[in-house]
């Protein structure tokens, strides 16, 4: 399995040798989720410890889970599960307006970086809303929600790794609420 991984890595580099213009769209696409398309958590990494050096910067680090995930998962098996990651991050850039700042973690774990805190109040009750319309993937109706935590900097981190961390800890503390104490409307207390 390895040797054939590194054949192709040998492969590529063969290709591009003394190309540099042909490795900036590889490097790209090394930025991209393999199945949603949208960035990963390297770019966003990159992309925080840039906005830190700009001078009187100010934006906020949100974190999302899908709930119930893993259920649906095994339930529905990893094709629907894939499909419904699909369309989660296709919600999440339609929400935000922008495909720059919706980036995949990790399995159902996204994170967002809005420019604007004083939007992400009415950006997460948007969130929620748009993940109450049921989810139709090969013919099954998937209802699904959003467990949402939020970093503010510079307030609550000075690194990307303590604001990653401090939204992550809100978006688990959201999660364990819901299970506990709803609105009447069936969304989380926010």
Request: net charge positive; charged share 20%; with cysteine.
């Amino acid at each position: 399995m390895f040797p054939n991984k590194i054949q192709s890595t040998k492969a590529i580099n063969a290709r591009h040798q003394g190309q540099n213009e042909q490795i900036a769209p590889l490097d790209n696409k090394s930025y991209r989720d393999d199945i949603t398309g949208v960035y990963t958590i390297d770019k966003m990494q990159q992309t925080l410890q840039k906005k830190m050096t700009e001078p009187q910067s100010t934006f906020s680090v949100i974190c999302l889970n899908i709930d119930l995930f893993t259920e649906m998962n095994e339930t529905y098996g990893c094709q629907v599960g894939n499909a419904v990651l699909k369309e989660s991050a296709r919600r999440l850039v339609t929400v935000t307006k922008n495909e720059q700042c919706v980036f995949r973690k990790y399995a159902d774990e996204f994170m967002l970086l809005i420019d604007r805190p004083a939007h992400v109040n009415g950006l997460m009750t948007s969130l929620h809303r748009v993940f109450l319309t049921p989810f139709c993937i090969d013919g099954q109706s998937i209802r699904l929600s959003l467990s949402i935590g939020v970093a503010h900097y510079p307030n609550q981190g000075l690194t990307e790794e303590m604001l990653m961390y401090v939204a992550h800890v809100a978006m688990c503390r959201n999660k364990q609420m819901k299970l506990t104490d709803k609105n009447t409307d069936g969304l989380p207390q926010i």
